[in-house]
């Protein structure tokens, strides 16, 4: 039964009273935001608090608009103010998910530009650093993997939240351009982008009223997440606003081919209008208004939708993202010249090798396909002769082996090879990481997103047979991320209290002729990214590719 305002009130404030008297955690008190005056509540209590230092003093609020809902004549224009509220809002729930990225939130709908706040605060002077995720697609900031509470634990406030995606974040018209007019660009296609700027900014403007300090954000995600990362980076529109970026699975140098299809990618102006259009037509409208017309259910119809799943996705427009990646990176600049941090898991891929259903004739036609058969430079040896020998298939099983060990390295190579082209235009460091731990209670080994639980260190919040290792994990993982969100260096801050010191982790690249990254996960400190020979083969594969 949904409870009204008064018992939200009348639950908050008996929560509350249960707490320890000596306690004076911000939480207890009203809040006041430049919209209003917000009620939080805690975030755990002793049966939740596993591991986790301080947990008396973090509280959260949860459920908090950062901009005004998206239906009706807002669908697909940038997110527009919410109205301010006089009553104290009980944030003691999360907001729905958007469309198409409800996650595990128990509703979605247009109004869905909410955000959450984990803070262990006892004072809005406190000026403690901040950390703003983006979750990755198909995600929800109500996800459990994303809760705050372990984060905030070490002194830094956490700050996750929902954007548009699918259609109602990428959706590009003529009509749409003209309708943001000169003043915005002329474009259209990046409304999950503006989104996730207007979320950097909402903290930037309140997240003091929690304890924060809005001069030291430092924007964190994964996946899709790491591309809001990076495109906070990029930004002119968001110039000034961050003092640090974590971008996980991750960043890809421009030669990379997969930048182009991964969660990073965009599609030019072109391609993005000829869905839109496309998608005009599937649902028999003519204008804009009336497909703003159309009903929420109709519209998520993924039968109706020709640009579904991959084909709707941030748009090079020159405003919200203001050139190719390769320009960005080795002619301007990033608007944000901030300390980076990016890398990749060891099953990037997919899965672990004992999941991938491969033969040696399916692997040598994979590799024949991607690499063909012409020579590079001076060699008479084809790209993908070298491939095979370098990853060889004697059976099946070692054919699954090399495909995954293939692709765990190009993603190294990638990662580090951007971080080259960083050094060129950029004076912040840049750290990149190799995760290689598998959560326990599963079989796809140390899979894409299974940093995230030991990043946060919220293992609390995931029904999975952990042990004592994965907590020491989780504990020197979130370290560093907290680490680097205090200073900007995950090395300094004094975040990691278990025992021992944690293992020094060096920039990229830490010298001239260096191809280290740091390993993370089940052992800490710097591996090579490949071999010799297989980070060359990379690079030549690269070398022939165009830019992105």
Request: aromatic share 10%; proline share 5%; hydrophobic share 40%.
């Amino acid at each position: 039964m949904k409870r009204s305002r008064a018992q939200h009130l009348l639950a908050s404030a008996l929560q509350i009273a249960q707490l320890p008297a000596a306690s004076a955690a911000l939480y207890q008190s009203v809040v006041q935001t430049s919209y209003g005056p917000i009620q939080g509540l805690a975030a755990f209590s002793n049966a939740t608090a596993a591991n986790i230092s301080n947990w008396q003093n973090v509280g959260v609020w949860k459920g908090i608009p950062f901009a005004a809902s998206t239906a009706g004549q807002n669908r697909w224009r940038p997110p527009q103010p919410r109205a301010a509220w006089n009553t104290t809002l009980v944030a003691s729930s999360y907001g729905p998910g958007c469309p198409t990225t409800q996650g595990e939130s128990a509703t979605a709908g247009e109004d869905c530009l909410y955000l959450n706040i984990w803070s262990a605060a006892n004072s809005t002077t406190d000026k403690l650093p901040v950390i703003l995720w983006s979750h990755p697609a198909g995600g929800s900031s109500a996800d459990a993997l994303f809760d705050g509470g372990g984060m905030a634990a070490q002194n830094v406030v956490f700050v996750n939240y929902n954007y548009r995606d699918g259609v109602f974040g990428w959706l590009a018209t003529p009509e749409l351009s003209a309708e943001m007019g000169a003043a915005n660009g002329n474009s259209s296609g990046n409304w999950g982008m503006l989104d996730q700027f207007a979320a950097l900014k909402w903290v930037h403007a309140n997240i003091a009223a929690f304890g924060g300090d809005p001069d030291r954000i430092t924007t964190v995600g994964q996946s899709a997440g790491s591309a809001a990362a990076y495109h906070m980076v990029n930004s002119p529109l968001v110039k000034g606003l961050i003092v640090g970026a974590i971008a996980e699975s991750g960043v890809r140098d421009p030669y990379d081919p997969l930048a182009a299809s991964l969660a990073e990618s965009y599609n030019n102006m072109t391609y993005s209008l000829s869905i839109g259009a496309a998608f005009l037509q599937a649902n028999n409208a003519t204008s804009i208004a009336q497909l703003r017309a159309i009903p929420l259910a109709s519209l998520t119809d993924t039968s109706s939708q020709p640009g579904s799943g991959a084909g709707f996705r941030p748009t090079l427009d020159g405003y919200a993202v203001p050139d190719k990646y390769i320009n960005t990176l080795l002619k301007i600049g990033p608007a944000n010249d901030v300390p980076f941090m990016t890398g990749n898991t060891r099953d990037e891929s997919g899965a672990d090798f004992t999941l991938t259903s491969m033969n040696v004739s399916s692997y040598v036609a994979a590799m024949q396909a991607q690499y063909g058969n012409a020579t590079f430079g001076n060699s008479s040896t084809s790209l993908a002769a070298r491939a095979l020998a370098l990853y060889p298939a004697a059976n099946a099983s070692q054919a699954a082996m090399s495909y995954n060990a293939h692709w765990r390295d190009t993603s190294l190579v990638s990662s580090w090879k951007f971080a080259l082209g960083w050094a060129t235009k950029a004076n912040s460091s840049m750290y990149t990481y190799y995760w290689d731990h598998a959560p326990p209670g599963q079989n796809q080994g140390a899979h894409h997103m299974s940093e995230i639980n030991y990043v946060f260190n919220n293992l609390y919040r995931t029904d999975l047979p952990w042990t004592a290792d994965d907590y020491a994990i989780a504990k020197t993982m979130s370290a560093y991320w907290a680490n680097f969100a205090k200073t900007g260096n995950p090395n300094l801050g004094g975040s990691y209290d278990g025992d021992g010191n944690l293992t020094w982790w060096n920039s990229t690249p830490g010298s001239a002729n260096s191809t280290a990254v740091m390993h993370v996960g089940d052992g800490w400190g710097d591996v090579p990214i490949a071999e010799p020979g297989q980070i060359q083969l990379i690079l030549d594969y690269f070398s022939e590719q165009v830019p992105f």
